[in-house]
């Protein structure tokens, strides 16, 4: 399975951006999504989540109310919208797929996409 995360850019703080997550290969196994994001000196941490039928999100508290993970299945792909973006919003952001339910284990995405920047100007 190969990811392409697309989307990033460079917006003022309280814009908005969406990304976007292309799955391609052996698609057909029933994975979670999930985007982590990572800034500069620090860790990989979580951002959101959401099941392969699309009922069940899940959001770290930073960027819950901001930020609505959804995926189309039938287009094999994942969308990450952020709204009122803050300048610590920014980071290079993964998409990954899961094959378990332990969403918020970093350890537990089995594929992951290369990243796109995201850059939240105050």
């Known amino acids: 399975v190969q990811l392409q995360a697309s989307g990033g850019g460079l917006v003022q703080a309280g814009g908005s951006l969406r990304l976007s997550c292309a799955a391609s290969?052996?698609?057909?196994?029933?994975?979670?999504m999930g985007w982590f994001r990572q800034a500069p000196g620090k860790e990989r941490e979580f951002v959101a989540a959401i099941t392969w039928t699309g009922g069940s999100t899940y959001y770290a508290d930073s960027v819950k109310g901001r930020f609505t993970i959804s995926r189309d299945n039938a287009k094999n792909t994942g969308y990450l919208e952020m709204d009122n973006l803050k300048p610590e919003d920014t980071a290079v952001y993964y998409c990954?797929?899961?094959?378990?339910?332990?969403?918020?284990?970093?350890?537990?995405?089995?594929?992951w996409g290369q990243g796109t920047q995201v850059t939240v100007s105050s």
């Open positions: 290969g052996r698609t057909s196994s029933s994975y979670s």
């Open positions: 990954a797929l899961n094959p378990t339910s332990r969403y918020y284990a970093l350890k537990e995405y089995r594929y």
